[in-house]
């Protein structure tokens, strides 16, 4: 992902971060709307072996969108095109 100066911005989600999210929404009376995709980063879905949460997004991708996502708006839309691309390079 980049950031509006065009450098790529780096994030890390706590190993233990669907656990704190559902226990937040709990403590506050709330119905949990965190859902655990992958346990694998992109980097490591890009070569992998097995079926993955990019493959299966790619495929629901064709269909018009994944998540409430828009194909064409959004910055996070134009990585995943580029993960997909990526993906059927290194299966090909």
Known sequence: MKGEDGDAIQC????DFE???IALDLKKGRASGVKLLSRQDLDTQLESP?????D???VNWGRGGIAGISTRSSAFAKELD??????????V
């Open 19 to 21: 656990e704190r999210a």
């Open 50 to 54: 097995g079926a993955t949460w990019l």
């Open 82 to 91: 580029t993960a997909f691309q990526h993906r059927r390079t290194w299966f």
């Open 56 to 58: 299966r997004a790619q």
């Open 12 to 15: 890390r989600v706590p190993d």
